[in-house]
């Protein structure tokens, strides 16, 4: 269950990996409502995977994650679209549809 002074990302001693590689490790942070953070890193540091973990693209291994009231180690694959359905996620290669306009899409 969720309340509404939790956090809406918590991550704690989290892990990430892509196959055996070890890409980040023991990650811990918090993002309040209406927070604005930014992630950097140089190329291949492990911005992408960590960002696809917390839309539940890349199973987590290791560590605790809880994201808009879902937990990640526990999450159903059923649940996945619910969850993602609280984020909006722009990707850096868009994937717009062609047949809607620009605030369609960011709308959507
Ligand atoms: N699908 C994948 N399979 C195996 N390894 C991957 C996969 N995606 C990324 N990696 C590896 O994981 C590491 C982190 O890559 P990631 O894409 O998360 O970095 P990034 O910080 O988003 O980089 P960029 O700034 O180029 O977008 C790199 O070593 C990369 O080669
Ligand atoms: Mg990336």
Do not use: C, W
Request: aromatic share 10%; no cysteine; net charge neutral.
């Amino acid at each position: 269950m969720s309340f509404s002074t939790d956090p809406v990302v918590r991550v704690s001693q989290a892990s990430i990996f892509q196959d055996s590689q070890t890409v980040l490790s023991d990650i811990n942070f918090e993002l309040e409502k209406g927070e604005l953070a930014f992630i950097v890193g140089r190329t291949g540091s492990g911005k992408s995977s960590l960002l696809k973990t917390l839309y539940a693209d890349l199973p987590l291994r290791l560590g605790e994650i809880a994201i808009a009231g879902y937990h990640l180690p526990t999450i159903k694959t059923r649940e996945i679209p619910l969850l993602r359905r609280k984020l909006g996620i722009i990707f850096q290669d868009f994937q717009l549809f062609d047949d809607r306009t620009v605030s369609e899409n960011l709308f959507l």
